[in-house]
C-alpha cells in the first residue's frame, strides 16, 4: 500500500498549530517551512505536547494509559518483573488552602521534578490526577521494589519547595505499588487497582509510607528444587 | 454454611477434573448437596468426563442468554455442575466483568448447596488465583513426579504470599505406593518451611487429604465416559477418593 500523499503544507492551516508550540515555550520546528522534514517536525512537537502535562512536564493521563496497555502486554509475554507505583502527595489540599493554588503548583512541579529523578530515564513517570502520579518501572526485580520506592519516598520528603520570597516548605508522598502479573495475560485497570489499594493502605497506616503488594513469586530456584526433590525422605518410605 | 473449596493444581493434566468430579460424587454419597462449577473458563473439559454435552452454560449466562437455573445441570453422580462450554476462550483474561460474572455466579447458587467446588485452569493465571481467591480452602492436587511437584509447590508459594493462606490441603493422585502421598506432602512442606515460612508472619501448613493410586480403573471408567464412583466404586482410586472426601471441612 502507498502513504497517503500529503497536501501541499501552504494549503494547511498551521498557524495554531504553530501558535500553541510558540505559546507552550517549544522551538519552531527545524528545516525550510514547509518542507517534509518541518511538517514532520511540527507533527512530532504537537504529538510530545499533547502526551505530557502542561503543569509538570511529566507524561500525561492519556500517555501514561497508552505506556500501561504496552507494558502489560510486554510482560504477559516476556515473563519480565514490571512495577507500577502509585503516589498520592499527602495534605496537598492543606497547601492550596494555606498557601494558595500558586504554591500548589510549585509543589506539584517540584514533586513532578523528584520523581523524575529518582527513576531511571526508561522508567515512566505520569501525572494522572490532581496531585496524584504514577510511575511505570519496567524490568523491576521484586527484590528491588522496596528499595526503588523508598528513594522516590525520601526524595520527596527531603526537598524543600519554595512557594515564595524565603517561603519554603516540605511535603511528602504516600506510595502504593504492585508488580504486573508475569506470563499472565491481565488488564491495565485491575493493575492499576492492586496499585491504588496499596496506596489506600500507605495513607491509612499514616501517610509518607511505601506499601507494595507482596510480590506473586511464582518462580522456584534450584535451590528450593534441589530440596523438593530431595530423595532422602522419599526413600523412608520405600 | 456453604463450603467453597477451589480444586487447583499448577500442572495441567494431574487429574483435577478427575478429583473434582469423584469427590462431588463421593460428597453426595455423603448426603450433602454439591455444585461443581467448571471455573477453568478457557480450557475446560468436565463436560468430557461426565459425558454431558448441554446446549446452555455459563457462557450463555455470563452473556444474559440464559439464567443460571437453566445452565445447572444434574451430573451422573448426584451433584449438580455448571458447565463453562465453548466459547469461554475470552474470559481467560482477567477483566473487571469476568471478575464480576464469577462472584455473581457464585453468590447466587452458594446458598443452595453445602459444597461448591471451583475446578480451576492449569497453571497459575490471574483468573485461576481470583476464582481461588473466592473459595474457603485451596486443595491442590499434585502427582509424585517433579515437574507437578514444582508446579505445585509454585501455586502454594503463590496462594500463601498473595492470599494469606495458611493452611491449603494437599490430595496425591498417581501414588504408585502407599504413602508416597504423605512423603510428597513432607516434602512440599520442608521446602515451604524452609524458603516459603521464614517470610511469612504465621506459618503456612499444608495438610493431606488423601493420596490415590494408579489405578487401571481410571482410564477404564473414563474410555466408557462415565464417573469412576458409578462405574467402579470398588476400585481402589475410587475408595481412595472417597477417603479423601470425608477429610474435607464440612
Known amino acids: ?238 | 454454611m456453604t463450603r467453597i473449596t477451589a480444586i487447583t493444581s499448577g500442572k495441567g493434566g494431574v487429574g483435577k477434573t478427575f478429583v473434582a468430579a469423584n469427590l462431588a460424587a463421593a460428597l453426595a454419597r455423603r448426603g450433602r448437596r454439591v455444585l461443581v462449577l467448571d471455573a477453568d473458563l478457557g480450557l475446560a473439559n468436565l463436560d468430557v468426563v461426565l459425558n454431558l454435552f448441554p446446549k446452555i452454560t455459563l457462557h450463555d449466562v455470563f452473556t444474559g442468554k440464559a439464567t443460571l437455573a437453566e445452565a445447572t445441570l444434574p451430573a451422573p453422580g448426584g451433584f449438580h455442575v455448571l458447565l463453562a462450554g465453548s466459547g469461554m476462550v475470552e474470559y481467560s483474561r482477567m477483566t473487571p466483568e469476568v471478575r464480576e460474572q464469577l462472584q455473581n455466579v457464585i453468590s447466587e447458587v452458594a446458598p443452595k448447596y453445602d459444597h461448591l467446588l471451583l475446578d480451576t485452569g492449569a497453571g497459575i493465571s490471574d483468573v485461576v488465583l481470583y476464582t481461588i481467591s473466592l473459595a474457603d480452602d485451596a486443595l491442590v492436587v499434585v502427582t509424585p513426579e517433579p515437574t507437578s511437584m514444582t508446579d505445585a509447590y509454585a501455586t502454594i508459594k503463590v496462594l500463601a504470599t498473595t492470599q494469606g493462606r495458611r493452611e491449603l490441603r494437599i490430595l496425591v493422585n498417581q501414588v504408585r505406593r502407599p504413602g508416597e502421598g504423605r512423603a510428597v506432602r513432607q516434602q512440599l512442606q520442608a521446602v515451604v518451611d524452609r524458603y516459603v515460612n521464614p517470610g511469612l508472619d504465621g506459618a503456612v501448613r499444608l495438610s493431606l487429604v488423601g493420596e490415590v493410586p494408579t489405578d487401571s480403573a481410571v482410564r477404564e471408567a473414563v474410555l466408557k465416559r462415565q464417573l469412576l464412583l458409578e462405574a467402579l466404586p470398588g476400585a481402589p482410586a475410587a475408595v481412595a477418593v472417597a477417603a479423601a472426601a470425608a477429610q474435607l471441612p464440612e
Open chain 1, 1 to 238: 500500500m502507498n502513504a497517503p500523499s500529503l497536501p501541499p503544507a501552504e494549503t494547511l492551516r498551521l498557524d495554531k498549530a504553530l501558535q500553541l508550540l510558540a505559546h507552550s515555550g517549544q522551538a519552531a520546528p527545524p528545516g525550510e517551512p514547509g518542507s517534509a522534514d518541518w511538517l514532520q517536525g511540527l507533527v512530532d512537537a504537537l504529538v510530545d505536547l499533547s502526551s505530557r502535562d502542561a503543569l509538570t512536564g511529566v507524561a500525561n493521563r492519556r500517555n501514561f494509559d497508552l505506556a500501561l496497555a504496552r507494558e502489560i502486554d510486554r510482560v504477559a509475554r516476556s515473563g519480565e518483573p514490571a512495577l507500577l507505583l502509585a503516589l498520592d502527595i499527602d495534605h496537598f489540599k492543606r497547601v492550596n488552602d494555606t498557601y494558595g493554588h500558586v504554591a500548589g503548583d510549585q509543589v506539584l512541579k517540584a514533586v513532578a521534578g523528584a520523581l523524575v529523578e529518582s527513576v531511571r530515564p526508561m522508567d515512566l513517570v505520569a501525572r494522572v490526577g490532581g496531585e496524584e502520579f504514577a510511575i511505570i518501572l519496567p524490568n523491576c526485580p521484586s527484590a528491588f521494589g522496596e528499595t526503588v520506592a523508598e528513594r522516590v519516598r525520601r526524595r520527596v520528603e527531603r526537598m524543600p519547595v519554595s512557594v515564595g520570597p524565603g517561603q519554603t516548605l516540605t511535603v511528602t508522598v504516600s506510595i502504593g505499588g504492585a508488580f504486573a502479573p508475569q506470563w499472565v495475560r491481565s488488564t491495565p485497570g485491575l493493575w492499576v487497582e492492586r496499585a491504588d489499594q496499596q496506596l489506600y493502605r500507605a495513607k491509612v497506616l499514616g501517610r509518607n509510607l511505601v506499601q507494595l503488594e507482596p510480590a506473586a513469586v511464582s518462580v522456584v530456584s534450584n535451590e528450593e528444587k534441589r530440596l523438593l526433590f530431595d530423595s532422602t525422605s522419599f526413600q523412608d518410605f520405600e
